[in-house]
Structures are given as C-alpha cells and as structure tokens.
C-alpha cells in the first residue's frame, strides 16, 4: 500500500486497503505476544489476538504516517471499520452478545472511524445507523459521479451524519444464510 501511495499520490487514487490479520490463523510476533502475556488479566485474555491488533494499527499507523509525510492528509478520505465482530474463539465483544458470524450486537456492531477533512469534526462521534453499502453510494455522490439508469444502490449518502445530523432511511435488513 505504502508503495502504491508513492506512486500515485501526484494524482488522485484510491485504495481499498483491507486486513486479513485479525482473522485466522492467531499469530502473531512472539516479542509482541510476551508484551501482552505481561499484562494483567482482564476481559480481553488472548495476547496473541491482541498482538495481532496492535500489528494491524501498526500498519493503519504506517499509511496515515505516509500520507502526512506526502502533505496528503488535508486531502484524503479516510474510512476504517470492521466487516464484523470479533473471532469469539480469541476475544469478547462484552457487553455485547455474539461475535463474528452471529446476527446479534456483538457480530454486527462494529467499529468505524472517518476522517474527511472539511467534513467530520475530530473527535466527534455519531450514533447513526450505517453499512459498508453505505460507503460506496456516498463516494459517488460526493465525487459528483452518476450512476448508469437502473442501477440499483443498497447504500446512501451518510455525509449528513458524518456532519453530526441523522439519516433518513426506513430500515437496514440483512441476509445471512449461515
């Protein structure tokens, strides 16, 4: 990814940058693995989960330094959010009941931070209801890109919420044929 950025950053790109890491095979470094050993117990007690995680924000950590060191930063959308839940074998999701592969909280609800300069405040924080859909249909309509006439979108434009305000939409469903 960081090797693509400094290809292209003289022109606009986009990336779609997504982690296997988190998934398995549990590995993880074991210098990193001890470090967590180290800690005390708590609600989380997979330290090669957790050092999983700390070498997935490593690599969030190396594109975000890239691309402050090209003066992209004031200029690029960043979206990171999970796919779902956490490996329920490895960690807990708690208070939320479920986990990865699970239709209940724990399983669906997950993590999504936004930077769009301009647009999203630091810091801010949104309640608002959304889906990965959601993310394609509002790239279009802020690159002020139309669709081909019967396409049909799943998503909507969430701007409004990455503003602070509430969306408009009946309802999100889901098919999960597990």
Known sequence: IIEFI???YRQPFFVY???YAVHTPIEAKAERIAKYKAR??????????AAMIES?????????????ELALSDNT????FS???GY???TSMAPLRGSKGM???GGIRVPCIVVWPGLTKPGSRSDEIIQASDFYATLLKALNIGLPKDHKVDGIDIRKALKGGKLEREAIFTYFPH
Request: glycine share 10%; hydrophobic share 30%; with cysteine.
């Open 56 to 68: 997935m924000d490593d690599s969030v950590g190396a594109v975000c330094d890239k691309l402050d």
């Open 17 to 19: 940058h997504y982690h």
């Open 6 to 8: 400094e290809a292209n």
């Open 88 to 90: 329920g074998n490895a």
């Open 83 to 85: 796919d779902n839940g």
């Open 77 to 80: 959308v960043v979206f990171f």
């Open 103 to 105: 239709l209940y909280e």
């Open 40 to 49: 005390k117990p708590s609600g989380q007690n997979n330290p090669t989960y």
